[in-house]
């Protein structure tokens, strides 16, 4: 039989590894902690002995699922948080009018901002995610250009210089882009180097920048940071975040705007009034940075 401590320690190792795959991937030592009832130096030494046998990475205050565990597929995060991702897709949704340029990435939360994006005409939309492309080819008078470049299967976008080079010809009016992790210290976060990398050229060719993130990145981790906080413009979100990282949106200058919650599967009266019109659209794409907007029903 195995001795009882290093039936412990494996029994930890398999629980850290079964929560790092229900979180996506990554996710914040102290989460980790919280969530398994266990001090942080106890995640940190099981997290060492995993990064060690090569199934995890570790990045300051967090760890994510080495290359040869994947996260879960694009397909299989579109089923997570769905609810969450459907009311913060229709906030997105509601900033953008009629006529306007948008870049878009890969991701689950932009896959559903797509799909809420079909209430709308005449867009114009540069992406490298082959969901977003299909979804509002052929719709409402909209033109859609994807980056080329090899497709990474289980992200369903292209990535590399070819893509970058292709994002550089066009100024768009928004770029709407998805984040792994966003942390207090270094802002928001990408797995992927190369997805970062097209990130930037997102940015830099934006005259707003949309991040959309749903609660759980708040206790994820990732290598990988997008660009310099204060580039974004915009967190659309769907709770609060926890303190500091609410103080660093506000250092970052960077609004918050978190999704209005549903009551009994409907929207109340307030969120619909917030959701609807190119009035709320014209004004939040054109925004001034450095407030605080949160939409939650009492």
Sequence with gaps: ???????SKT??????????????????????????????ETIRRTVKKLSREGLVNRVHG???????VSPLSLHRRIGTQ????????????ALVPDGASLFMDVG????????????????????????????????AGNRVFIAPGEVAPHVGGAFGASAQEFVCRFQ????????????????????????????RCFVRQSRRVVMVADHTKFAAAAPVQVCPPSDISLLVTDRSPPPDLGDALARWQVDLRIAPATKGGKKDDKASETDHGND???TAITAGKGRQQEEMQP
């Design 108 to 139: 689950s939360s932009t896959t559903y901002v797509a799909e809420a994006l079909r209430a709308r005409a005449s867009l114009m939309v540069v992406t490298n995610s082959l969901i977003v492309a299909q979804t509002l080819t052929g719709h």
């Design 82 to 93: 769905g609810d969450e991702k459907r009311r913060m897709a229709r906030l997105v949704a």
């Design 11 to 40: 029994h930890r190792a398999m629980e850290i590894l079964d929560t790092l795959r229900r979180l996506g991937g990554s996710a914040r030592t102290s989460h980790l902690a919280d969530s398994l009832g266990v001090s942080e």
């Design 280 to 282: 709320t659209a014209d």
């Design 172 to 199: 768009m009016d928004m770029a709407i882009l998805s984040a792994d992790a966003v942390d207090p210290e270094q802002g928001f976060l990408l797995a992927d180097f190369d997805e970062a990398q097209l990130a």
């Design 1 to 7: 039989m195995m001795p009882a401590e290093k039936a």
């Design 62 to 68: 967090g760890v994510f699922l080495a290359d040869g």
